[in-house]
Structure formats: C-alpha cells, structure tokens
C-alpha cells in the first residue's frame, strides 16, 4: 500500500489532524458543496475524515488528503474508495476529488486523479484493480470533465437513492475506467 504520493505541485498523503479544520470549512462551504444533498456539520466533517482515511487500512487504498508542496496547505482529498450502496457499479470501487474553492480551475484534480489512478492501476498494487468508477450529478459539469480528461466512459445515467427526487443533483452520471484503458492511455516507461 502507497501511503503517500507527489506530483509536481501536490503531495498525497495520509490524513493528519490538522486537517480537520480546513477539511471542515470546504465541506460547509455551499459552492464546494453544490452538487450533494447539503454541507457537512464539523461533526459530520470529522467522520467524514475517518472514513476517507480508513480505506487504506480496509481497502489497501483510500482517499489522500492534498497538500500543496509549496505552501503546505491542505487544499482537499483524492483518491479511491467502496462505491456508493445502491447506484450502479456499487460493489465496485470510485475515484473521487474534492477541492476547496480557492484552488479550484488549476488542474489539482485532475494531477491528483492521474497520481492516484497511476498508484490503483500500478501492477504491484495489492489488491489489484481491474476497473474503476465515478459517479457525479449529471449537471456537476467540473467533475464531468475531469473524468473525461482522465479517459473515463460514461456509461450510466441513474437517479441517486440518497437524493430527493425533484431535486436538480438526483439525475447522476456513472463513469468508468478500465486498468486496461488506463495503461493503454499512460505513456510507456
């Protein structure tokens, strides 16, 4: 298990408890916060963190917490973890991303995304992936993109379970990644 990665301008790593407070203010932030149900309570913040963080025990992966090399600051997460109960793919894994507002349009997620795919895919990783998903609110247009950038296909259009109907975030969108495609896609070492 990769417990920490770096890209040029960002280290992955393990969760650390400094960064509860900031992981806190991005999830109470409304725009961070536009395409789920509502924004996270600092309670709600917190076992968040632990769940983010615990996949790498459970799962042999998990969801790093971002942190500028230059600055230091923790700027969100990225990373694998168990798909949703109840959507398409959910006995599958997902790769997801979520940034705080004052770094968002500067290609974080998507360098974080391709370090975390690059360590999922990798052929010493254990377990080994052989697919990965993601799911959005088919109007999350930003996140779209990224999975499109990354190579993902989309393949399902769904009503969330967890989201009311009526709502403009219950129309969701499935995206997925083969281990193949992937590596297809990377340039050869």
Same mark, same amino acid.
Request: net charge negative; glycine share 8%.
């Given at each position: 298990? $990769?417990? *920490? =990665?770096? $890209? ?10 400094? @960064? ?9 932030? &409304? ?10 309570? #600092?309670?709600?913040? +917190? ?5 983010? +963080?615990?996949?790498?025990? =459970? ?5 790093? %917490?971002?942190?500028?090399? @230059? !600055? ?5 997460? $990225? ?11 959910? +006995? ?5 991303? #979520? ?6 349009? *500067?290609?974080?997620?998507?360098? %974080? ?8 895919? %990798?052929? @010493?990783?254990? &377990? *080994? ?6 799911? !959005? ?6 996140? #779209?993109?990224?999975?499109?950038? =990354? ?26 990644? $083969? ?6 896609? #990377?340039?050869?070492?």
């Amino acid at each position: 298990m $990769t417990e *920490q =990665l770096e $890209t040029p301008r960002l280290v992955l790593r393990r969760w650390d408890p400094s @960064d509860r407070e900031p992981f806190a203010a991005m999830n109470a932030d &409304p725009e961070v916060m536009r395409y789920f149900p509502a924004v996270q309570s #600092r309670e709600r913040s +917190d076992i968040s963190a632990d769940r983010l +963080d615990a996949g790498f025990d =459970l799962h042999g992966h998990g969801r790093w %917490a971002l942190e500028r090399r @230059d !600055t230091g600051e923790f700027i969100g997460f $990225t990373g694998i973890g168990p798909m949703p109960e109840g959507v398409p793919g959910s +006995d599958g894994m997902e790769i997801g991303w #979520r940034i705080a507002r004052a770094h968002w349009r *500067q290609g974080f997620a998507l360098e %974080a995304a391709t370090a975390s795919l690059d360590a999922a895919f %990798a052929s @010493d990783a254990a &377990p *080994q992936l052989l697919e990965v998903n993601s799911i !959005t609110a088919a109007i999350n247009e930003p996140s #779209r993109g990224v999975m499109r950038r =990354l190579g993902m296909r989309h393949v399902d259009d769904f009503a969330h379970p967890d989201v009311p109907d009526g709502s403009p975030i219950s129309a969701c969108v499935r995206y997925v990644l $083969t281990r193949d495609e992937w590596m297809r896609s #990377r340039p050869s070492a």
